[in-house]
């Protein structure tokens, strides 16, 4: 990041380093809360990032996320040899990065920042997000000898149906019921609600953040939000998480009012879609900003933008675990992308081909030519990992992206 700024191409936040002591102190908080003498009336467990927290943290049950570790795995460059630990073990290398660094830090904690995360008392995992999830966390289930619970959601290909909300909240009535008898508490109405209302708070914000993104010049290049993104996720319920999205937007709302611009010298304004490739973060982005190429959106970290409704708790949360975009079809995915192009005035788009990801990925052969031809905007796939660097192959990368900016230099 510093090189990118000195190169006068790229605009660091100031609540960057707010961030990673905000970060510092969650991971401190969930690793050393045991030693306080308190693991019996504050339980760990281990939580895919699509579960419905809210109500763990209602029950005074502290969540840590093994994908947001994974992707600190792949930041910090670490992530090829914990997966090769893992491979060691017998785990295929076609398995999903996250689960592979994970399982590999449990493995070879020596190797692992912070030394691995905490053990976990306990399970929660939903597939909203993949069908992956759910062995892996059978898989620690095992390893750890603690209970698991697992949340189906039905795959949604059109609207919603009512049918499919009692069938996800009825599981959801399960889980309280299970956690109740877990930790020996009971779920208090109000605990619920005011985990939910912060929720929504923080939701809010981040919604209103990603906005300020529509403004030329965009504020905010897409790496920005993947690395302020992380507070949504592991903090959500939480008052910590709406403090510092209520200090980042302030920055980002100062930065629009001066006509301060991330990217210096905007010319291109693209959309990104899929999780990030964390090992080449400013790197791979750096190719587009020193063309005058900022991101100005994505379809990635609008995931948890979607605040709960009104109404009974459980069914909103039932509502919304159950229709993240990536639980919904091709067409609504397409719409997604189009609605965002237009929303934001975007010149091109590109698409991750994530090689762990494949639920993500399958199908984006498919969106790309639907949203081309619906917009009439270039897209252009590019092939990676979001966490193991083995598979990067940099100079096809860079070739590829050169020609796509010779593109949009034709046509915008």
């Known amino acids: 990041m510093v090189t990118l700024a000195k190169e006068r191409r790229y605009l660091p936040l100031r609540s960057t380093r707010y961030l990673g002591r905000t970060m510092q102190r969650y991971y401190l908080l969930t ?11 504050r339980p760990l467990a281990w939580v895919t990032s699509g579960a419905p927290v809210e109500i763990l943290r209602a ?8 994908e947001n570790y994974g992707a600190i795995c792949g930041a910090r460059r670490v992530a ?10 017998g785990y295929s290398p076609d398995l999903c990065s996250y689960a592979r660094a994970g399982i590999g830090a449990i493995l070879r904690p020596d190797l692992a920042p912070m030394g691995g995360l905490p053990r976990p008392d306990l399970l929660v995992t939903c597939n909203n997000i993949c069908g992956t999830v759910l062995k892996w966390y059978e898989a620690l ?5 603690v209970p698991l619970f697992i949340l189906d959601t039905p795959f949604v290909t059109g609207e919603l149906k009512q049918h499919t909300v009692d069938y996800v909240l009825e599981q959801l009535r399960g889980l309280v019921g299970g956690l109740e008898r877990l930790t020996g508490r009971r779920l208090k109405p109000a605990d619920l609600q005011k985990c939910i209302s912060l929720s929504n708070e923080a939701v809010r914000l981040w919604g209103e953040i990603r906005n300020l993104c529509r403004h030329r010049p965009s504020p905010l290049n897409t790496p920005d939000l993947f690395v302020h993104m992380a507070p949504i996720v592991v903090l959500r319920g939480t008052a910590g998480a709406v403090a510092y999205y209520r200090r980042l937007y302030d920055e980002v709302k100062e930065r629009v009012r001066a006509g301060q611009a991330a990217v210096a010298g905007e010319r291109y304004r693209l959309l990104w879609d899929n999780i990030a490739i964390w090992y080449q973060l400013f790197r791979f982005y750096h190719l587009f900003s020193e063309r005058g190429a900022c991101f100005v959106t994505d379809t990635y ?13 459980l069914e909103s949360l039932a509502r919304t675990y159950t229709a993240i975009f990536l639980n919904r079809s091709v067409d609504f995915r397409v719409r997604q992308m189009v609605d ?9 788009f590109v698409m991750h081909s994530n090689r762990s990801c494949k639920p993500y990925s399958l199908v984006q052969e498919e969106i790309r030519r639907r949203v081309m031809n619906e917009t009439g905007v270039p897209g252009l796939l590019v092939e990676a990992d979001m966490t193991d660097a083995r598979v990067y192959a940099e100079e096809p990368v860079r070739n590829r992206v050169q020609a796509f900016l010779e593109t949009l230099e034709m046509t915008v």
Do not use: S
Not at 32 to 41: D, V
Not at 340 to 348: A, F, K, N, Q, S
């Open 31 to 41: 690793r050393y809360q045991r030693l306080w003498g308190r693991p019996l009336k």
């Open 59 to 66: 029950l005074r049950i502290d969540p840590v996320y093994p």
């Open 80 to 89: 090829p040899e914990l997966c090769r630990a893992a491979e060691a073990a």
């Open 141 to 145: 289930a095992r390893r750890f000898n």
């Open 301 to 313: 970290t609008g995931g948890w933008a979607a605040g709960l409704a009104p109404g009974d708790p």
């Open 340 to 348: 965002l192009i237009r929303d934001y005035e975007v010149d091109g």
